[in-house]
């Protein structure tokens, strides 16, 4: 117990474990250690000597998403007392044990005991023989057991601590989760075989060359061949004259043989050049846009245990929308899904399995990242990083780690990383010298300085060009503003683009509720004392990997085409890497008929009009060829102008229904003294508020100006942060507790008006409307002013009506932008048709309640069970739910909103944007909704 506790408390890195090599896919026997074990489990290393039963875990897997402890969240702050490099006492402590029969080809050579990751830090025995220790979660260590290793029964025994002096280095923005949740392999390590390999490759865009260079380590000869390339010789450089260049448009792969007397590994390479040329990013010698992804393993019933199906599935449905780069954040991923990018066409940059985040919070003291204590264990880390995934073609950059401060031990493993691999650039974002590194890297940094960035009036170190590794935090409804950055990420080539933060949502699964609703978790649903709450569903995919509305928004942002139609003509501007647009097809869609388009030649980084007689309600779209497991690449629409809705009947003389009855009340002057009914409509005298339309009840219709805070409206804006969230702000000035009081009523010829006015307690400002209504007898017509009064101290969140009607909805049918929803500065992805959805897609269910959902709608009909509503404007905002916004502004969970009785139908003039303050900017000024005039007009119909 004693060797076990001070080992925890050690900064070194593991011992006993195989200098780091590259993962090859060899001949050599090799038998899988996965599947169950038996563990027991201790509240600390100090009650090692208590014996307590045996049960059941998986391998790979977590630990509590199997009943053994609980899982923690925290994104910055330790969940335990800093005091480093100690570990707390309260350290639960698990023993896993596998009893095994080694496969006789395994026996039959020197063996080696790979354990590709555990989260913990882990003291490993095989047959009661000391192997080694465990450090560095996400990386994979190798044990030599060719003396240990025996025939009939083998004994495996791994001890696991949650904490260690390395959990200081692996403050990740994730879940603390320990476990063995990667493979473990026995593998023969044949007598003469292959130790190492090491790839390197050059293109060369000025003639279409290429070069080859293999380091083989082996104790034996080696030789080299290719199906292409014939026979190679190890360690020597190769020209080839002509060779196609591996780029993730065209991710071309040659085979590669490398083999001794005794073993034989199969390699798939890339040619292609990555570097840097006054202030650009360039790839095979064309400027790099960076359309990427941060990208953390999650599985909602099993962590970071994701299978290679799985992650497969993940990068198609990236492909599909039009992302072309990888952040592993923050930590190297499983090998195999490096195979993948390479196959598949992916920019990846590896991150090193590193993160001191939590010194922050103590302004860095005693950050490992400038201790000498600490150098050892930094450097153990980046070369394990490197030396694993040194031969994929789609690895272009190595990252030293993520908010980890500045120090020593990070320049030196940026030398050596550089050292070690010169082909490749390196990254790190923390330090702002970027000395050792080969781009100036950001987090969040605002659009204006994005700009000033790309122009050059603010330069960044050493010419360099700018990546954005984490932007536009996706965390509930939004990011807003991704087209403000794209555009400038096309309008300057030293922008090099960015990786939204982040791909997916890390919630856990917790159970169905008894009506069949999927229970989703964050932080604190643990119990946890120290936790960031749902700052871990922040994902542009949920955690099932079913997208999210801001996905579809992306791809639009993301198309390396753009399309704009305008009457008579037809632009594309196309920003492939390399690609012109052959492999494409297009399609003009006109009135619901389709047809087949030819598109001009359009070379990559260049752009055509040409001349398309069209009627204006057009749409053009650009498909993969390849239509069996292609997509749509690019689109663009013309909308002609749309002219406002307008009663149809025949509108009646002053004051009187088609049926003839005269509204209760009407005096000679037009004043109304009591109640009164306008065509379908019944108003209410004491409000002034329509409460039935046709055989339809409206209740509680009222002027509404506050929306449920999203999860952006509760961040602090990094362009606002001497001011409270803005949900705060309206908290603060009541924008929730409107109270109205009725002005009077008139009617004016056949129209009804009716003047209210409304304000928050407290505060002496407040908005003055005016509701003129109309009907033919069958259609009730709205003309809507609102108009501020007083001082405002703040933005509103919207402004508009709402209605509640006391009869769920099952469905909406509707003609407008869709069929994502749309803010001002969101919905991309949304497009001019006809949609249909059921109510929760109508609604968008989030694993946090909040405001979303609004579509820009023509024309909108409510579904309510034999009846509905029918709602016409041209282009209104529209949010429909099965509840109240206070109602979802007090829930914390999906699963804990009430079942579905009512109908809240919100009908907007104007709307605010929702931004990315959640982390980054907030909503961009000409997307805010100061306090102001605004008119609306909006037909109801009983449908």
Known sequence: MTSFLADLASPQPGRGGLPARAHLDTDAPRQSLDGTWQVRRYP???????????????????????GHGTPIYANLAYPFAVDPPHPPDDNPVADHRLEFEADAAVLAHPSVLRFEGVDGAATVWLNDVELGTLRGSRLTTEFDVSSVLRTGKNVLFVRLAQWSAHSYLEDQDMWWMPGIFRSVTLLARPSGGLGDVF?????????????????????????????????????????????????AETPV?????????????????????????????????????????????????????????TARAELLLMREHNINAVRTSHYPPNAAFLDLTDELGFYVMVENDLETHGFELNGWRG????????????????????????????????????????????????????SRDPERLVHYEGDRRSIYTDMYSRMYAMTDEVERLGSGSAPSPRNLPFVLCEYAHAMGNGPGGLTEYQDLFHKYPRLAGGFIWEWVEHALHGGVTSDGRTISLYGGDFGEKVHDGSFVVDGLVHADKTPGPALKDLARVYAPITVVLAPGELTIVNRYHGLDLSHLDAE????????????????????????????????????????????????????????????????????????????????????????????????????????????LDLHDVAISLWRAPTENDRGIGWDETNLPPVADRWAAARLHDMRTRLVDLTTDGDTLIVRTRSGPPIIDAGVDVTWRWTSDGTALALDLTIEPYGAWPCDWARAGVDIRLDRPTSRVDWTGHGPGPQYPDTGQGARYGSWSADRDEFAVRTVRPQEHGARRIDDATVDLAGTGLRITGVDVPVTIRPWSREVIAATAHDHELPPATETWISVDAAVAGVGTASCGQGVLPQYRLPASTHHLHVVFHQS
Request: aromatic share 6%.
């Open 199 to 247: 790839v390197h490759t050059s293109y060369d865009h000025r003639d279409g060359s290429g070069t080859l260079r293999v380091e083989v380590s082996s104790a034996s000869p080696a030789t080299v061949t290719s199906p292409a390339f014939g026979d190679l010789v190890p360690g020597e450089t190769h020209h080839f004259r002509s060779v196609s260049p591996w780029t």
């Open 44 to 66: 600390s290393p100090r009650h090692l000597t208590e014996q307590g039963d045996w049960s059941p875990v998986e391998v790979p897997g977590h630990l509590p998403l199997q």
């Open 367 to 418: 950050n490992p990242s400038d201790d000498p204590m600490w150098a050892d264990a930094y450097a153990d880390r980046m070369t394990r990083t490197v030396e694993r995934d040194k031969n994929h073609a789609s690895v272009l950059f190595w990252s030293l780690g993520n908010e980890s401060g500045t120090g020593a031990n990070l320049d030196a493993i940026a030398v050596w990383a550089k």
């Open 253 to 309: 792969l040659y085979d590669l043989k490398v083999q001794t007397a005794t073993e034989s590994a199969d390699l798939r390479i890339g040619f292609r050049t990555v570097h840097v040329e006054d202030g650009v990013l360039l790839l095979n010698g064309a400027p790099l846009l960076l359309r990427g992804v941060n990208r953390h393993e999650h599985d909602p019933h099993r962590g970071r245990a994701v299978d290679l199906a």
């Open 588 to 695: 003009l869609t006109v009135d619901g008929t389709a047809s087949a388009l030819a598109l001009p030649k359009v070379e990559a980084g260049t752009a055509v009009t040409v001349p398309l007689p069209f009627d204006p309600a057009s749409t053009v779209t650009l498909t993969l060829r390849h239509r069996d497991h292609g997509h749509e690449v690019a689109w663009g629409q013309h909308l002609p102008s749309r002219t406002r809705p307008a009663l149809t009947g025949t509108v009646t003389p002053s004051g009187v229904t088609p049926s003839g009855v005269t509204p209760s009340g009407v005096t000679p002057s037009g004043v109304i003294s009591s109640g009164v009914t306008l065509g379908p409509a019944v108003f209410d005298q004491a409000t002034g508020m329509p409460v039935r339309l046709g055989d």
